[in-house]
């Protein structure tokens, strides 16, 4: 069995065939394994899956994709030759699929993300999967080559070697706890230790979109009922009007810091992004390249302002992130402060 009990391996290794030449992935599986083996025991195994075998056929993928499903963690081995491998990039596909498909979550608690990459050479940002960026990763290269034409992987008997494997051992530590937690309960505790039912609604398919969509609502400690017709028709006509018109719509906002401080605060006033369970629903509601690449936070404020520096990366984000905001918000005090923060900083 697993470490975690919902899933047949913890770690499915992602790596490059070409990578393996001078058996560096071999010994690389095998440090990471024995190094997990020390720190979690005997009587608590981690169980590591890679392909050995790196065949070809249709019955082969098939194989490999049940295994991507049946794994927790998957990590990758990124390097030049795994961004030329079309298969390796499949792979990853493949897992970023089957959590949409699930409908489970990319990370769990603080940031803890389930695709970890371990970086074999220094490549650009811009050029990882999207599903890595704005993820740091963990190093893997010799620093000291980055200067020349050529930079080599971190040989397994330098201590480099050894402290970037512990580095990376207390990150899929930390993923592992979090998910196992989160095996005990339904759904994340908010910061106040309160748990309140999240209750699925369907959202009506308009002209804009294709097909119904559900929708969670977080229900009130007073546990009020939902006005599922309500909160349909506002999501409904969010979803069918072009934002570009909306007197919301900021086109390429660029905030200072005190005016970034500031909206922090307003939407801190409000009782939806205060609470901590009710601000992940909403982060939820942002299109995936958007809530998937934020790194969140513990702290209510630096999590705020971390959501907001995120979607200000992507024209009409913030805009759209207000929006659901006064859906789970209403036309509260603290709602209406930040329409009028944001008109006022618009672009005309």
């Known amino acids: 069995m697993a470490y975690l009990s919902a899933f047949k391996y913890d770690i499915f290794i992602s790596y490059a065939r070409d990578d393996n030449t001078l058996k560096w992935v071999d010994r690389f599986h095998d440090?990471?394994?024995?190094?997990?083996?020390?720190?979690?025991?005997?009587?608590?195994?981690?169980?590591?899956?890679?392909?050995?075998?790196?065949?070809?056929?249709?019955?082969?993928d098939e194989a490999i994709q049940n295994t991507v499903k049946d794994s927790a963690l998957f990590l990758t081995l990124l390097?030049?030759?795994?961004?030329?491998?079309?298969y390796c990039l499949k792979e990853l596909d493949w897992f970023c699929q089957h959590l949409d498909n699930k409908g489970e979550r990319q990370s769990h608690g603080d940031s803890h993300s389930r695709i970890i990459h371990a970086l074999l050479a220094k490549i650009a940002p811009n050029r990882w999967p999207k599903v890595l960026k704005g993820k740091t990763g963990f190093q893997f290269y010799d620093i000291d080559s980055c200067d020349g034409p050529v930079v080599f992987p971190l040989n397994a008997n330098d201590p480099k070697f050894d402290n970037a494997c512990r580095n990376l051992v207390i990150g899929i530590f930390n993923v592992l706890e979090a998910m196992k937690k989160n095996e005990q309960i339904p759904f994340e505790k908010s910061d106040s230790d309160q748990t309140f039912p999240l209750k699925q609604i369907t959202i009506p398919a308009g002209e804009n979109n294709e097909s119904s969509k559900p929708f969670l609502i977080k229900n009130t400690p007073l546990s009020e009922p939902v006005n599922e017709q309500q909160v349909n028709l506002k999501y409904k006509k969010i979803m069918q009007t072009d934002i570009s018109d909306s007197n919301l719509f900021i086109k390429?906002?660029?905030?200072?810091?005190?005016?970034?401080?500031?909206?922090?605060?307003?939407?801190?006033?409000?009782?939806?992004?205060?609470?901590?369970?009710?601000?992940d629903a909403i982060v939820n509601e942002l299109p995936p390249y958007i809530?998937?690449?934020?790194?969140?936070?513990?702290?209510?404020r630096v999590d705020v302002n971390n959501i907001i520096t995120r979607c200000m990366d992507f024209e009409s984000a913030v805009s759209t992130l207000i929006m659901i905001v006064e859906i789970y918000e209403g036309q509260s005090s603290a709602m209406n402060k930040i329409k009028k923060f944001l008109n006022l900083h618009k672009y005309e």
């Open 31 to 60: 440090y990471l394994k024995n190094m997990l083996l020390s720190v979690l025991g005997k009587k608590q195994p981690i169980y590591i899956w890679r392909d050995t075998a790196l065949g070809g056929n249709q019955v082969f």
């Open 79 to 86: 390097s030049n030759n795994y961004l030329e491998s079309m």
């Open 252 to 279: 390429d906002m660029s905030l200072s810091i005190t005016q970034k401080g500031n909206l922090v605060t307003y939407l801190l006033e409000c009782s939806a992004i205060k609470d901590r369970q009710t601000r």
């Open 291 to 300: 809530q998937h690449t934020i790194n969140r936070h513990s702290s209510d």
